[in-house]
């Protein structure tokens, strides 16, 4: 069964500081249907698209106690790039608050007028986990009609690393077949492995990365803890932080 996206929300300010956030909202409601919710920061309803839901917000510090309390599966996060008066959160508060959420959080870097999500990378390591971020490569991949591009990453370049990465890459690649789904596959061993995902976006022009955020301390992915900030803190396009208590199973069992 695929993931749907029933209702999410967005953390905004005035619509022409989250221009790229709400790009991003509109095709995910236009293709899910879904109830969209914009937790206004010192704003009105005006100039947001009439099909959102509007809630005040007083301060950027209650995002998280709102985002909790509500029926939102996914929050959208503009963010304040460096040298740039747009978005709402910076990097350091917009980490912070993906440590303390337990749903898909997406951090949309508003450095752009204009976006394109036709690649999306989902990085893949040596970990178990590391599989079970692809239905929601795949919820995405649907939205944006989106080519997903796999990419074998870790730090480690010995050949029980390399089995481990390949190997999963193969069962994923397997899976995205049977599902009829457009990707592409890539290996970057050695290095840092923030560093390689940003290298290969960068390079392919892909338009949003998927990583797994830490929070307990049985994940081992290469993509988590300081490696998850880093992604945030270094991509130039919105990456998707996926929550461990939020896999599913079924899907991730490839």
Not at 99 to 124: Q, S, W, Y
Not at 131 to 153: D, E, S, W
């Amino acid at each position: 069964m695929l993931l749907s996206i029933s209702n999410f929300c967005l953390a905004a300010a005035e619509p022409k500081s989250c221009s790229a956030s709400i790009q991003i909202a509109e095709k995910l409601q236009s293709f899910y249907r879904s109830r969209v919710t914009v937790f206004g920061l010192g704003t009105s309803k005006i100039g947001f698209p009439p099909s959102f839901d509007f809630e005040p917000i007083t301060d950027s510090k209650n995002l998280g106690k709102h985002f909790k309390t509500s029926k939102n599966e996914l929050m959208i996060v503009p963010l304040q790039m460096e040298g740039s008066q747009h978005g709402v959160i910076s990097v350091a508060n917009a980490n912070k608050l993906i440590d303390h959420l337990e749903r898909m959080v997406l951090t949309v870097p508003e450095n752009k007028n204009a976006l394109a999500i036709n690649k999306i990378i989902v990085p893949i390591d040596s970990s178990f986990e590391t599989r079970q971020k692809i239905p929601y490569a795949l919820a995405m991949a649907r939205a944006f009609n989106a080519t997903i591009c796999l990419l074998g990453v870790s730090s480690d370049k010995g050949k029980d690393s390399e089995f481990a990465v390949k190997n999963y890459l193969s069962q994923v690649s397997r899976h995205l077949e049977e599902k009829g789904f457009n990707h592409q596959i890539e290996m970057r061993l050695g290095g840092n492995p923030t560093d390689q995902v940003i290298s290969y976006a960068a390079e392919i022009g892909a338009g949003m990365i998927i990583i797994m955020t830490e929070q307990e301390t049985n994940f081992t992915s290469l993509f988590s803890g300081k490696y998850s900030q880093q992604m945030v803190k270094k991509s130039t396009v919105p990456v998707l932080s996926i929550h461990p208590k939020d896999l599913i199973v079924s899907d991730a069992r490839l």
